[in-house]
């Protein structure tokens, strides 16, 4: 493609001198022109197809095709840090659902266990720790546990035994209502913050008594 570059332009030379002879002599001047014309075109098409300026065309497209790519991964890590911040800004809605409806549940437990407990004794619950407290404020069942304390051997014969399998149930009872991991509590009326017996998940975690 160079030689015809080349080639081109010498004939162009060519035909311009021949144009500007057939002016002075007053010759027809289309073939000169043509020819003329022609060679130009040659230069055109062969200077267009020239190694050099495939090259500056491929670079050219290269880079374009570079900066494209880049805008595309800069839009898409854009988005993606966008959607990432969304998830971090707006908390899980099922999540917040499902922590109101264990609420709901815990609280329609705990007003279950007080109107059972109606005239034996308080019952809390700790949220936290997921604990419910049994309080005893009955006169003769304080008195018969505080016997006990005082005298754990009588345990056996007095049948607490009974009132842990009791306790048992219940909290087996609790675990189908809101899940593994809540424990009931028959606190010790010489001090309330000690508890007598503990049961979780159907199963006796502590007894004063044994």
Known sequence: MLFLFIMAIIA??????????????????????????VCLGLIIYSGFNLPFWQKSKSSTQNTTSTSIQTKA????SFSSTFSSAG????????TKQKKAAQSVKENNI???????????????????DKAFYVKPTNKQFVSSLKSLVKTPSN???ANFDQIATNFKKLSLSIKK??????????????????????????????????
């Open 155 to 157: 345990a056996k014969s």
């Open 12 to 37: 162009l030379i060519l035909s311009i001198l021949r144009l500007s002879m057939v002016i002075q002599n007053s010759e027809r001047l289309f073939s000169p022109i043509l020819f003329t014309v």
């Open 177 to 210: 209502n809101l899940g593994s991991n809540y424990s009931v509590s028959l606190m010790n009326p010489n001090d309330n913050s000690k508890p007598l017996l503990t049961a979780k998940d159907g199963t006796i975690t502590y007894n004063y008594f044994k």
């Open 73 to 76: 991964n800069s839009s898409k």
């Open 110 to 128: 705990l007003k279950s266990l007080q109107k059972n407990y109606t005239g034996t004794g308080t019952v809390s619950f700790n949220k936290s």
């Open 87 to 94: 998830k971090n800004a707006f908390p899980d809605e099922t």
